[in-house]
């Protein structure tokens, strides 16, 4: 085990893939020697050459398609798009040619070697182009994995997962945890389940489930809870698609109550999916109705960051009108 | 019927392969390094008031860029963008068009807005996201933008704004008028499919527009070479029949006449030009990197013998236009102006918190506005949580 932040477990994650399989590449905006803006691609190129990490030009629809070919190819490209506000023009990429590309051949072809990695998410004073979480937009498409890590262990063990799938992964990274976020990681390789959440802390009044960054935003709001008397139920999706209904389900059938926090704007985001699978699973088994508690629906705003955040703040108030409805 | 400006394909028996550089753009020059005029170089027709203006503005922004990327260092705004070496492309492109002529641009051409009349407290006002900026702080430092101005509303996003400009010069064309839209990129947004998009349609619908590209050798980390396999940006043109210049873009004279030429042939010819400004990024891409990660001091320095602002200093003063002591006179009076907006505009609250739905439509939706009401009553339960608003929802 060793001490690592969540930038340099994704960096180890990187590094066995590479040494495991020579097929695995690494590219993406200044991802070359200068080891991307984030530093997570640091010392690839030095270690695996040019040929394998390599800085692209800058053209985000490029750098999807580009991946999308080498991955039919069989090759296992991970691509990084610098910042998921920046994810836009490979829209088309990625919704149409990676999520469709094994179902409109039939199977003849496929990009399961693909991994998209993106950082995500707010609260770096990054205004509305620097602290986007589009998680939701992706979710509406059959066809692709989305992997959400919370801390840097679950960010080892998840990309690993993800990089070896036979399915591409959009995996998003919350990079307001990337160095505030330091945790005992293995530097052996290990796998975690794709598609599986997690339950964090058992409870029994309550379930507040999250992913990403917010569930450290979780655990602060049910500390307040706990001070109140309330046993909360804290679960990690760490995958949005596909995500895990039954480990939600039965968490809610035992507690009663369902609260989802999450960063997006309110509307369409993937709480919503969550709480109508839940109601119609559950519904006998509710006292109260699902609470989200949710950025507004509004562009990230900068001067008004921390209003528009769905903080612990306005979780543990969404608990407290979950228990008190 | 082929159109005037289609060529006809010829054909012929022999099999030509077209080299990969066939097409390969001299540099346009008439200030040398040392401030001196180039031997027969006819420069443009500039008067002393215009002259005087561009080198004020190009001080100015030098030191704003010193005293902000300082301001970002104490922690006092959360992000900057400098446009150090780069002064003499966007002021001297946006001196030689006119007022009325819009421009878009990306984030590194602070200088063609103050050329155009923003003012010290209207940049303070941004870079501190208070409730005077004209953006009600919804977006990052550097993201100026003024309708009284002509200047489009800076997007981060690389290269959204090439397609948008030729949309713009469209409608520019439509309603008859005599304007332009200028738009400003990098060598790096270059790469973006928006480029190649808003090309080919200009070209096609033959829109008023002056693509610029300060081509400062840099994307963030990314040096040129890297960039693109070609002899830069500005030869692209001619795959979409489009007109284009290569200048120095540390020489504003250069800068100037050529971005004259292409608004004549814009709005005379009635076709886009594609100006292509050697130039170098001698700041780090912002606050956030640093560049020695990925750069040498040497290289750096070679940059600096190219200063933009120190050759026009060296050609005013043998005009004998400027003096040695006026222009560091000038560079403390631009000092003090700053300080002392920078002061007053730290000080200066933050939006409304009711500001927190405005513009997302014309007017907000009801369910916008029931968050809202929740919100201001989660703040006043909250006041701690919230400094920059709770005083406004007591």
Redesign the interface.
């Known amino acids: 085990m060793a001490k690592m932040n969540l930038l340099q477990a994704v960096n180890s994650a990187l590094d066995i893939a590479m040494a495991k399989n020579d097929k695995v590449c690494v590219f993406g905006?200044?991802v070359?020697?200068?080891?991307g803006?984030f530093r997570a691609t640091s010392g690839l190129q030095e270690k695996y050459g040019r040929a394998r990490c390599f800085?692209t030009?800058?053209?985000?629809?490029?750098i999807i398609g580009f991946a999308n070919g080498l991955a039919a190819q069989g090759s296992f490209p991970i691509a990084e798009i610098q910042f998921g506000?920046?994810i836009?023009?490979a829209f088309d990429q990625i919704v149409n040619e990676t999520a469709k590309f094994r179902y409109r051949s039939g199977n003849e072809f496929n990009v399961g070697g693909l991994t998209i990695r993106t950082p995500y998410g707010g609260g770096i004073?990054?205004?509305?182009?620097?602290s986007q979480s589009p998680e939701a937009y992706f979710a509406h498409t059959p066809g692709l994995k989305i992997v959400i890590p919370r801390n840097p262990y679950q960010a080892k063990g998840l990309l690993l997962s993800a990089i070896f799938d036979p399915n591409p992964v959009l995996f998003m990274e919350p990079k307001r945890l990337y160095r505030a976020a330091v945790g005992e990681v293995p530097e052996e390789e290990y796998m975690l389940p794709l598609g599986k959440a997690e339950v964090v802390k058992e409870g029994t009044d309550v379930t507040v489930v999250g992913w990403g960054a917010q569930v450290e935003v979780i655990e602060k709001a049910v500390a307040m809870a706990d001070k109140d008397g309330v046993s909360a139920e804290i679960i990690d999706l760490r995958s949005i698609l596909p995500w895990d209904v039954e480990t939600v389900a039965k968490s809610v059938m035992k507690t009663g109550r369902l609260v989802v926090s999450q960063e997006a704007p309110?509307?369409m985001a993937f709480g919503s999916e969550v709480a109508a699978t839940i109601q119609e699973k559950c519904f006998l088994y509710l006292e109260s109705p699902v609470m989200r508690a949710s950025g507004?629906?509004?562009?990230y705003?900068?001067?008004?960051e921390?209003?528009?955040f769905s903080?612990h703040?306005?979780t543990y108030?969404a608990i407290k009108r979950s228990l008190n409805y | 019927m082929t159109k005037e400006t289609t060529p006809t394909t010829k054909v012929t028996s022999t099999l030509t392969v077209i080299p990969a550089h066939a097409v390969n753009i001299p540099m346009f020059q008439l200030l040398k390094e040392d401030g001196t005029v180039h031997k027969g170089a006819v420069l443009p027709e500039v008067s002393k008031e215009l002259a005087l203006k561009m080198f004020s503005t190009m001080q100015f922004i030098r030191l704003l860029d010193e005293r902000m990327f300082a301001a970002q260092r104490q922690g006092r705004i959360?992000?900057y963008l400098s446009s150090l070496g780069e002064e003499a492309a966007s002021i001297g492109s946006a001196a030689a068009i006119e007022f009325e002529d819009m421009i878009m641009s990306q984030y590194r051409e602070q200088g063609a807005l103050a050329f155009r009349g923003f003012t010290v407290e209207d940049f303070m006002n941004q870079l501190f996201?208070?409730e005077r900026?004209l953006g009600?702080?919804?977006?990052?430092p550097v993201?100026y933008g003024s309708a009284a101005l002509n200047f489009m509303t800076i997007?981060?996003?690389?290269g959204t704004q090439i397609p948008q400009a030729a949309g713009y010069a469209y409608g520019q064309k439509l309603e008859g008028n005599k304007n332009c839209t200028l738009v400003y990129f990098g060598e790096?947004?270059a790469?973006?499919?928006?480029f190649h998009a808003g090309l080919n349609m200009a070209a096609v619908f033959k829109a008023p527009v002056i693509f610029f590209c300060r081509n400062n050798g840099y994307?963030?980390?990314?040096p040129a070479n890297?960039?693109?396999a070609g002899d830069g940006i500005a030869p692209r043109a001619t795959g979409y029949g489009m007109k284009a210049i290569r200048v120095d873009g540390n020489d504003i004279f250069a800068v100037y006449k050529a971005t004259q030429e292409a608004r004549r042939i814009a709005l005379e010819v009635g076709e886009p030009v594609l100006i292509e400004a050697m130039s170098y990024r001698m700041a780090g891409h912002s606050t956030?990197?640093d560049p020695s990660?990925?750069r040498t001091k040497e290289e750096e320095q070679q940059w600096h013998n190219k200063d933009p602002m120190l050759r026009f200093q060296k050609w005013l003063v043998a005009k004998g236009w400027m003096t040695e002591e006026l222009a560091a006179e000038q560079m403390e009076a631009h000092k003090k102006a700053v300080l002392e907006e920078l002061k007053k505009a730290e000080t200066i609250p933050?939006?409304h918190?009711d500001?927190?739905?405005t513009d997302?439509y014309d007017t907000p939706?009801d369910?916008?506005k029931e968050?809202?009401a929740a919100?201001k009553e989660?703040?006043r339960?909250?006041p701690e949580?919230?400094p920059?608003?709770a005083a406004g929802v007591k």
């Open positions: 905006e200044d070359g020697h200068f080891g803006v800085n030009p800058l053209v985000e629809q490029g506000d920046y836009f023009p004073h990054g205004g509305h182009y620097h309110h509307t507004l629906d509004t562009p705003p900068l001067a008004h921390k209003e528009y903080d703040l306005k108030e | 959360s992000f996201s208070n900026d009600k702080g919804r977006q990052m993201h997007s981060s996003p690389l790096g947004a790469s973006e499919g928006d994307a963030i980390s990314t890297e960039q693109y956030s990197d990660g990925y933050a939006p918190v500001e927190i739905i997302v939706t369910l916008q968050q809202l919100l989660h703040i339960k909250y949580a919230y920059a608003t």
